[in-house]
């Protein structure tokens, strides 16, 4: 009817609820991952023992590496083994005090007198201990580098890369010190006698490779756990670890390090454990290869 009021229908449209996306799920998964990669470093350094530990740490420890393309093929990869060698640094020292000025210095002081004499004995023994200084310098450098290219030579070589925990080196007052240490299930050498397992044989022959490179001497001692050994033809500690030390000679020489470089094989038994504070574990079991520190060479005019 005309007179009739309209209906009106309105419509209202529901607001659709917004998508929340799958943000939470990637941080939440990013807290899963951080939480078991917490708990397993926690069992990672409850279940390793004190020479892994050390062993790890050499491995992270930065290392300052000089790399040339010369010689990039060989066992060093091309690494430098210092600005300036051992060798160069005595050369240079030799050549600089028989220089002409040099010469004239000596003369001088050599015909002074008094407190000139002494002044002149003075700045001489001042040029000694910087030369000494350079020296020492140069040497940690080139262990340093030593050091770097026996680990990475061992990763390289699948066969003994498992082992790379088991070689220790660090540097002492005594110079560069190789350590090839027992763990348990894998000793260095057969129980109770001096026959090398092959993969000791093999890291020796990696050391050789990198240690024949080196001017230094060497020396090499083999050491035992503290407990008494006595085999049935009466060989105790001190035999064994003598044994084992000139086994590791022979292996040495044999893969290309001078035997004149030899300076002493010893026997040390349990003398100088690793562990002092557990005598008996089987790390204290080693082979220990020392390139030792060469005094800097006397210059001309200060020899005794």
């Known amino acids: 009817m005309a007179g009739d009021t309209p209906i009106i229908i309105k419509r209202i449209k529901k607001g659709e609820h917004g998508h929340h996306g799958g943000a939470w799920k990637v941080a939440y998964a990013d807290f899963v991952t951080a939480m078991m990669a917490f708990f397993l470093l926690m069992w990672l350094i409850n279940t390793t023992t004190p020479e892994q530990k050390r062993g790890i740490a050499d491995y992270f420890a930065p290392q300052s590496i000089a790399q040339t393309l010369s010689g990039s093929g060989g066992v060093l990869g091309g690494r430098v083994m210092g600005q300036e060698s051992a060798r160069a640094g005595g050369a240079a020292s030799v050549f600089q005090n028989n220089s002409p000025s040099a ?18 004995s003075n700045q001489a023994t001042g040029a000694d201990g910087q030369n000494g ?5 140069s040497q940690n450098g080139e262990f340093a580098h030593a050091a770097e290219a026996i680990h990475q030579s061992i990763k390289d070589n699948p066969d003994i890369a498992a082992l ?74 001190w035999e064994l670890s003598a044994a084992r030390a000139n086994a590791g000679r022979a292996i040495l020489t044999a893969s290309g390090l001078d035997s004149d470089r030899i300076y002493e094989v010893a026997g040390k038994a349990g003398a100088e454990p690793l562990l002092p504070e557990d005598p008996n574990a089987s790390a204290n079991r080693r082979l220990s290869i020392v390139l030792l520190r060469e005094a800097p060479p006397v210059p001309l005019g200060h020899q005794l």
């Open 103 to 120: 010469k004239a210095n000596n003369s001088h002081s050599t015909q002074s007198g008094g407190s000139q004499g002494g002044a002149s």
């Open 133 to 137: 200084a350079e020296s020492a310098s």
């Open 164 to 237: 790379s925990h088991q070689v220790v080196i660090d540097q002492t007052p005594d110079g560069l010190r190789i350590q090839l240490v027992d763990e348990d299930g894998r000793p260095m050498f057969q129980q109770g006698t001096a026959v090398p397992m092959p993969y000791t044989r093999r890291l020796l022959e990696t050391v050789a490779k990198v240690v024949s490179r080196l001017p230094n001497r060497v020396s090499i001692s083999g050491h035992t756990e503290a407990k008494q050994f006595t085999s049935s033809s009466g060989m105790t500690n």
